[in-house]
């Protein structure tokens, strides 16, 4: 059973341009929540694709959208991006039955975003 | 919306004591509590989650006990060692969604 990975590892990029981060969730596994982790504090939910569809969202403005494949991997897309985008992504897989089930979620090692 | 207060953010101990960690929420309708340990530079860890249909879990030396009255729920970490040094964060979930709510975290330090 593979684990859920995350790429890149690290990205830099300048204010304004836009950025995908990708995830692969760990086998078996139909869920994957996307989480924004800033330094020193806890993880943020962003949002949340089940069956490839969005199911929940946080506190996070339009420009953060994301996707999620037939695979159930998926893509955390983030545009116009500004300073305070800089933070750890993290991607967090579930093996759900039901959107109204919590379900153990298991993390990605994170794509650490820096822009300038 | 749901929030999640931990307390300590900080907490030393010696090698061989017992380490508690304290959280509170405020949403009623959570009803899934994991816990996670996330070293630096690595991903956050799950290490033990309760369910509010139990007061009480333990895994080895990890315990985690929730009041839903008084809506906290603490993690107990006994007989420290030394690769217990880490953050830890608590987490709240509703049913619906299966959105998790972190806590501010706690960074354990055991000392040799």
């Known amino acids: 059973e593979t684990g859920v990975t995350q790429s890149p590892t690290h990205l830099i990029k300048t204010r304004g341009q836009q950025v995908t981060l990708r995830c692969s969730s760990q086998?078996?596994?139909?869920?994957v929540s996307w989480y924004q982790q800033a330094l020193g504090q806890g993880p943020q939910f962003i949002f949340q694709y089940y069956r490839e569809e969005e199911n929940g969202r946080g506190n996070f403005p339009p420009r953060f959208s994301g996707l999620q494949f037939p695979n159930y991997s998926s893509e955390l897309n983030v545009n116009a991006l500004e300073l305070d985008d800089s933070a750890l992504y993290l991607c967090?897989?579930?093996?759900?039955?039901?959107?109204?089930?919590?379900?153990?979620?298991?993390f990605g090692p994170g794509t650490r975003l820096t822009v300038t | 919306g749901e929030n999640v207060e931990q307390h300590p953010s900080t907490l030393s101990v010696q090698e061989g004591d017992s380490a508690v960690i304290k959280c509170t929420y405020s949403d009623s309708a959570s009803n899934y509590f994991p816990w996670y340990k996330q070293e630096l530079g690595k991903r956050p860890q799950l290490i033990i989650d309760?369910?509010?249909?139990?007061g009480e879990k333990k895994d080895q030396r990890i315990a985690v006990t929730l009041n839903k009255t008084a809506k906290h729920f603490s993690l107990h970490i006994t007989e420290t060692q030394p690769e217990d040094s880490a953050v830890y964060f608590c987490a709240a979930s509703m049913a619906a969604g299966n959105k998790l709510t972190f806590g501010g975290g706690t960074r354990v330090l055991v000392k040799p």
């Open positions: 967090a897989s579930s093996p759900v039955d039901s959107p109204l089930t919590s379900y153990e979620q298991y």
């Open positions: 086998s078996g596994h139909n869920t």
């Open positions: 309760i369910r509010s249909n139990v």
